[in-house]
Every structure is written in C-alpha cells, then in structure tokens.
C-alpha cells in the first residue's frame, strides 16, 4: 500500500535549522511531483515547496524562498526539505504530499520554532 513517512520535526530556536524527510513507498515516485505542504493551528493548509517528477523544477511560498530548500532522491524514494534561518510563525505540522492523477498524504511532523 501506499505510504508517506515524515520524520526530522522537532524543536529548533529562532535563526536555527531542521530538516524534513519524506520516505515513500508503494508507488512509482520518480514519476510524482513531491510537495510540502504546512498547516499551523487556526489555520488553512499551505504549499510550501514543490519538486517536479525528474526533480529539475522546484517552487517555493514567498515566505520561505531563500530560506527553505526541497530535493528529493528518486533512488531512495524520499523527499526532503531543509528548512534554515527558522522563525517562529514556521511553527506548524508540516505534511508531505505525492500528487500525479491521485493525491497521497503523510501524517505530518510537527516543527515548533520557539526560544
């Protein structure tokens, strides 16, 4: 079966770094665009980074271009996003997501940036 695993959360302080990854299974991921989307308390979901399929296209929310980093590696089926100069309003779960004619999901991992 298809499956998203997210790992890499935890808490950082302001200015600090963390990296996200996505390990998939259970379908052809070099053939799926790969996103990371976040969602904070009280708030909608939001994009936040996208990888094309072939992993030469990437796009990021204007709140953290320059700051956050999306690649993946269709070898090892993952996914990962380096998240750098963190701030608090970054605090959120942050959920990756697999999308070519049906959408997957993972569970999330939480990233709380707090001093």
């Known amino acids: 079966q298809v499956q998203l695993v997210e790992s890499g959360g935890g808490l950082v302080q302001p200015g600090g770094s963390l990296t996200l990854s996505c390990a998939a299974s259970?379908?052809?991921?070099?053939?799926?665009?790969m996103s990371w989307y976040r969602q904070a308390p009280g708030k909608e979901r939001e994009l936040v980074a996208t990888?094309?399929?072939?992993?030469?296209?990437?796009n990021y929310a204007d709140s953290v271009k320059g700051r956050f980093t999306i690649s993946r590696d269709n070898a090892k089926n993952t996914v990962y996003l380096q998240m750098n100069s963190l701030k608090p309003e970054d605090t959120a779960v942050y959920y990756c997501n697999a999308l070519r004619w049906i959408g997957y999901w993972g569970q999330g991992t939480q990233v709380t940036v707090s001093s």
């Open positions: 990888s094309t399929s072939a992993g030469g296209s990437t």
């Open positions: 259970g379908f052809t991921f070099s053939s799926y665009v």
